[in-house]
């Protein structure tokens, strides 16, 4: 088998190996039962036993207790964009637009109702406010935030106390590090980046929020519909959730989220000290206080010298590094199943790449 590359995707990224090791092992024979578990029921024993096992885990590891509603759907983060503003806005809400996917979610509610972006950062997103500059409208539905914002490389770090109920994108950082689930009315995240893979949304709903809900919408895209059914109105995705189920298992058997935590601020650490280092090479725009530790994003002295190093990285077995194609540069996202041994990779040729070209 050809050796794994130090794998930095901003998504769909790194999967813990041990996970994907047990997916081939039960490829053709899950559990004894003579077929995959792609070819189960997602109303049969097998599946079922998959899915609350999954629900199990991630409530153990996010701490929600039974006042929430667990819900795994297909349609992404972008979906969501869509169908938070159509459940839950009337009258009007409010967005803290810190990055571009705040913008698209802005977007979306505005084609629903009256949505407006809070802050006014007019596209200079190089930090992420203080929770007092989170102003919200008397009435307003809810405050919309986006917890890391992927594309830019920023992440908050405290979070606003919303007088009204506070929904957040977190598909970047969900289950990278302990936060106060029991603050947030909504949070939802793409499965892609942290959790599993495609093709899955997670979304964890307070049930007196889910109450305020709008019924004037089609049935699929209720959130009410989905939570009377134990999230099996329809089909989920099936093989999505069960490779979640190993992910959230390879968590825990790590030590939980405060261990992955400790894990992700010495990785993010270590990456940014070789930025820092070298400051005729390398440099991170992003306010030191609102780094993100997830996504890591820096310029080199040019736009040559950067895609120089993503495809000498390449070279190295570095892939992934190439920056979001609106901002340019480089970004190594260092989701959960990223290893310490990646960065210590990424951080040696970093150190070689600049001793080369300064
Ligand atoms: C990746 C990402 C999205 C988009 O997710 P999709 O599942 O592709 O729709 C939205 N928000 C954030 C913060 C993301 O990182």
Request: aromatic share 8%; proline share 6%; hydrophobic share 40%.
């Amino acid at each position: 088998m050809s050796e794994r590359v130090h794998n930095f995707n901003a998504g769909p990224s790194a999967l813990p190996r041990v996970v994907l090791e047990q997916a081939r092992d039960e490829m053709l024979d899950f559990e004894g039962t003579g077929m995959s578990i792609m070819e189960h029921s997602h109303r049969g024993a097998a599946y079922e036993r998959v899915h609350n096992e999954a629900e199990a885990l991630l409530r153990e590891l996010l701490g929600i207790d039974p006042s929430s509603v667990v819900l795994f759907l297909q349609g992404g983060a972008s979906g969501a964009f869509a169908t938070v503003p159509m459940n839950f806005l009337r009258g009007c809400a409010d967005y803290a637009v810190t990055g571009g996917w705040g913008e698209k979610a802005l977007a979306e509610a505005q084609i629903v109702g009256d949505a407006r972006d809070c802050l006014g950062m007019q596209r200079r997103y190089m930090h992420v406010p203080p929770p007092a500059a989170h102003t919200v409208r008397p009435g307003s539905s809810y405050l919309h935030i986006t917890t890391n914002n992927t594309l830019e490389g920023t992440q908050y770090h405290r979070f606003p106390d919303a007088p009204v109920p506070l929904v957040a994108d977190m598909s970047s950082d969900i289950l990278s590090r302990r936060v106060d689930a029991s603050r947030f009315a909504m949070i939802y995240a793409g499965a892609q980046k942290n959790l599993g893979p495609s093709g899955l949304t997670v979304f964890v709903i307070q049930r007196a929020f889910l109450d305020t809900a709008r019924t004037d919408l089609p049935v699929i895209f209720r959130f009410a519909t989905h939570a009377a059914q134990q999230g099996l109105y329809h089909t989920p995705p099936t093989f999505a959730v069960y490779l979640m189920r190993g992910v959230l298992r390879w968590m825990k058997a790590l030590g939980g989220v405060d261990v992955v935590e400790a894990r992700n601020d010495e990785k993010a650490r270590v990456l940014y000290a070789a930025i820092d280092d070298r400051p005729d090479v390398y440099r991170c725009p992003v306010e030191p206080a609102s780094r993100s530790r997830m996504n890591v994003v820096f310029y080199l002295p040019s736009t040559d010298l950067d895609e120089r190093f993503v495809k000498e990285a390449k070279g190295a077995g570095i892939v992934g590094v190439k920056g979001h194609r609106s901002v340019g540069g480089v970004r190594a996202s260092l989701y959960n199943a990223v290893e310490p041994s990646d960065v210590a990779a990424l951080v040696e040729f970093m150190k070689d790449f600049a001793g080369r070209v300064a």
